[in-house]
């Protein structure tokens, strides 16, 4: 358990699926073999061990028997597969300046997975241009500086309301209110109103204010009669992000009011959708946060897009801070089982077996890769690996035509980290359910 | 401070909270359908303090709770997480993407025919795909009044009732419900049993925006937000075999001590006996009879206690205010309360309200409703009291003149003097709170059947034919800042120091460490220390 805990946490699920994917091909292997054991016309088996000793047989339990491998020694074929394709990882990776035209095409690879072409097209600019515009030199990229908003949105009925400065539902509201209670917020509202006048007099400049708190509908009035937009129970993230995107900086008392704590926007205007309201602030001094409004028509397609951005929006973190990227489209794969072929011989007992199997698992990104597109995957691999194996370059599969192609002239690319994470945890996962001695349960209903 | 309504947003948190939740709003939801009823009276309840006013994109005027509940996946059942008011089936239909696309779908729950007959005498799914309300009679409030025309609505059978959207006859708004995908609600694996399973969710990114975004959505447009009521499973389901057992203890003592500390105000509602290991039977109640065995059953109840206590803050005139409410009763740290209800509150036809008090003598009339033990021989240090649904001719007794008043109660000239005269008789020299209201609690169906049968002989709840079914009941309900919370988390304390954690390593697994539990044992000892020195004084 605890090998398994340390790889991640997300090891719980993964191990749970994998052991039963696992379970399903050892079982699905296993029948392959005695399948052709059934009958009078089935097929007999000749046993051939290292030293030339035959055995015939049909026999179930015999055939388990012989062919059966320990757990323990396909294990360590694994780790030194692990450690010989790493090595490959290492090799071909290739290290770039990070600039805005690579990154388009690992945000391109990443989008294109997610939302159709057209869609994936749109998106890879944008994404791209928003790690880059939030990137601090020195600090690690947040990319919780990049908001994503949803409006859920009909083509065709666009309704933009500007806010019409009523604050308050009925009359009698209004009048409701005693003066006397209100002295101390007054007080402070006026503070906010000598400050507009001061610096807006004379222009025809606006004034926001922002506040992470709640503000009362005779506040709202007050602040509207003087030309003074207030957007009450900001989300602290979006505060610090309008500091960065306007200047400017949060206080948190009304003694700390002053000129130098005002930010600067060239356009603020308000937006109304049914029922949500939107703040839109626009021509921002310096854009170091970003906000990216995705429109659709209804919630999963709203989910599809933002969780699209989201890995689009990673897999650009992760080029940046790799500072290199390895190509695509099944190519490092094709390299690294290659590699593991002619290693393999170097392996002594049974281990290779291990070896070989780490191999053959490679290769099936390409495969399926190619299955997908509709192409045969035995016949595509072939084409891929003879053509790796002549030019010496990295080549993938082309999903358009079921060619060989070398994914770097493709613009495909992959995250290293990402690969590197993949092997490592693959690896150790599978290594623990080869080494389970009992069948367990995932999660806490193991006790019951 | 004066204004509009002090609104209050409303989070429910588990399944059981969702039973609560769903007889709760039917309560408020019957409670709106009345207003324009003139034999009412006159609202002495704040909708607004609970609902929203919205409006859908086609411009339909909405009015939901300011709701947001968290459940587990499969708890649904054919309830739609963004519900039915805000949709539209022709915008539904639009997905992103050109290429190859295989449907995988789950087996259709089977459609609850409650379900779709308050959906269908509701509103419409008109020929463009968007469902439609039908015309709504006084602007306000979501289920038109039945009319002659109007078929009788459908009363759930309660073999039927498996999940709380089963018998839920309220809109709710689409952000309103919020699914946990992780965990399944039924099912053999994949359950979410131990404390740290649920808090290591709710620290997870994608639920901690989730539940951001929909707290900004609701929070932003109040304009005097009071505060937030909160009903939180403290554990799954009830006490079945030891394991079970030992996670309810774990469950109850992590689940309480975390919501101590993050909250005003804390209490504990159950229809158990004890919070603590040794299991008790449930409690009972003198003129109703219900299935312990029942979440439908006893959630109801709890609903009605909670549509009683929670009075004060929704006042229309001179409500006090939830923080005030609070501090009232939590001063010195002491923020758990015990909640304990008279339901029905009885009143026998010809009887006033001081008669009915002095029948119960000098023991604390309610049902203790916090699994804290009983309270008589225990001592308050504060207490919350709400009585509502007696009509206000029996407020006071009807002596003729001349007459000697069999007891001080008789002698009071208003209800409110009188409530507040009995509280101080027994319990001299508490701080008390009460209100006194004439309308009523709410319990038409959907809400179980539990009252006729055990009425006292004559009593009639209101008006209605005996034998028919009860539409509403008088309720007396109370929060009690008392000591027997002394002895319970004392007891509950001594329970878990019992328990050899090592063999309950899978409830530690799942995010809890040892230090954890150390850390927790002192949390309970000092806050049953707050609540000492109440039994062995001699008043």
Known sequence: MAAIKAVNSKAEVARARAALAVNICAARGLQDVLRTNLGPKGTMKMLVSGAGDIKLTKDGNVLLDEMGLHPRIIAEGFEAAKIKALEVLEEVKVTKEMKRK??????????????????????????????????????????????????????????????????????????????????????????????????????????????????????????????????????????????????????????????????????????????????????????????????????????????????????????????????????????????????????????????????????????????????????????????????????????????????????????????????????????????????????????? | MAGGAREVLTLQLGHFAGFVGAHWWNQQDAALGRATDSKEPPGELCPDVLYRTGRTLHGQETYTPRLILMDLKGSLSSLKEEGGLYRDKQLDAAIAWQGKLTTHKEELYPKNPYLQDFLSAEGVLSSDGVWRVKSIPNGKGSSPLPTATTPKPLIPTEASIRVWSDFLRVHLHPRSICMIQKYNHDGEAGRLEAFGQGESVLKEPKYQEELEDRLHFYVEECDYLQGFQILCDLHDGFSGEAQRNIYRLLNTAFGLVHLTAHSSLVCPLSLGGSLGLRPEPPVSFPYLHYDATLPFHCSAILATALDTVTVPYRLCSSPVSMVHLADMLSFCGKKVVTAGAIIPFPLAPGQSLPDSLMQFGGATPWTPLSACGEPSGTRCFAQSVV?????????????????????????????????????????????????????????????????????????????????????????????????????????????????????????????????????????????????????????
């Open chain 2, 387 to 539: 009585l509502r649904g007696i009509d206000r001719a029996c407020h006071t007794s009807q002596l003729t003149p001349g007459t000697p008043p069999p007891s001080a109660l008789h002698a009071c000239t208003t209800g409110e003097e009188i409530l507040a005269q009995y509280l101080q008789q027994q319990q001299p020299g508490v701080m008390s709170s009460s209100h006194l209201l004439l309308t009523p609690c709410r319990v038409a169906p959907p809400y179980p059947h539990l009252f006729s049968s055990c009425s006292p002989p004559g009593m009639v709840l209101d008006g209605s034919p005996k034998g028919a079914a009860v539409e509403s009941i008088p309720v007396f309900g109370a929060l009690c800042s008392s000591s027997s919370l002394h002895q319970t988390l004392e007891a509950l304390a001594r329970d878990l120091t019992k328990l050899d954690l090592r063999r309950w390593a899978s409830f530690m697994d799942a995010g809890v460490e040892h230090d954890d539990v150390a850390e927790l044992l002192q949390e309970l000892q000092s806050l049953a220390q707050c609540y000492q020195g109440g039994d062995s004084l001699v008043d």
């Open chain 1, 102 to 448: 690579i990154l388009l095409d690992v945000a391109r690879t990443s989008l294109q997975t997610k939302v159709h072409a057209e869609l994936a097209d749109v998106l890879t600019e944008v994404v791209v241009d928003s790690v880059l515009a939030v990137r601090r030199p020195g600090y690690p990229i947040d990319l919780f500086m990049v908001e994503i908003m949803e409006m859920k949105h009909k083509l065709g009925t666009d309704t933009k309301e500007v806010n019409s400065g009523f604050f308050y539902k009925t009359a009698e509201e209004k009048e409701k209110l005693v003066k006397a209670e209100r002295k101390f917020i007054e007080d402070r509202v006026q503070k906010i109103i000598d400050l507009k006048d001061k610096v807006c007099a004379q222009s025809n400049k606006g004034f926001v204010v922002i506040n992470q708190k709640g503000i009362d509908p005779f506040s709202l009035d007050s602040l509207a009669k003087h030309g003074i937009v207030a957007l009450r129970r900001a989300k602290r993230r979006n505060m610090e992000r309008l500091s960065l995107a306007c200047g400017g900086m949060a206080v948190n008392s009304f003694e700390d009011l002053t000129v130098d704590c005002l930010g600067h926007a060239g356009l603020v205007y308000e937006y109304t959708l049914g029922e949500e309201k939107f703040t839109f602030i626009e021509e921002c001094v310096n854009p170091c946060s970003v906000t990216l409004l995705v429109k659709g028509p209804n919630k999963h397609t709203l989910t599809q897009v933002k969780d699209a951005i989201r890995d689009g929006l990673r897999a650009i973190k992760n080029a940046i801070e790799d500072g290199c990227m390895v190509p695509g489209a099944g190519a490092i794969e094709v390299a690294m089982a290659e590699a593991l072929v002619t290693y393999k011989n170097s392996i002594k007992g049974r281990a290779r077996l291990g070896v070989q199997a780490f191999a053959d698992a490679l290769l099936i990104i390409p495969k399926v890769l190619a299955q997908n597109a509709g192409y045969d995957p035995q016949e595509t691999l072939v084409k891929v690996q003879a053509e790796h194996v002549e030019s010496k370059q990295l080549v993938g599969v082309d999903l358009n035509t079921g060619e060989p192609m070398v994914a770097a002239d493709a613009g495909v690319w992959d995250n290293y980290c990402v690969k590197k994470q993949l092997l490592h945890s693959c690896t150790v996962i599978a290594t623990n359910i080869l080494l389970v001695d009992e069948i367990m349960r995932a999660g806490m209903s193991s006790l019951k």
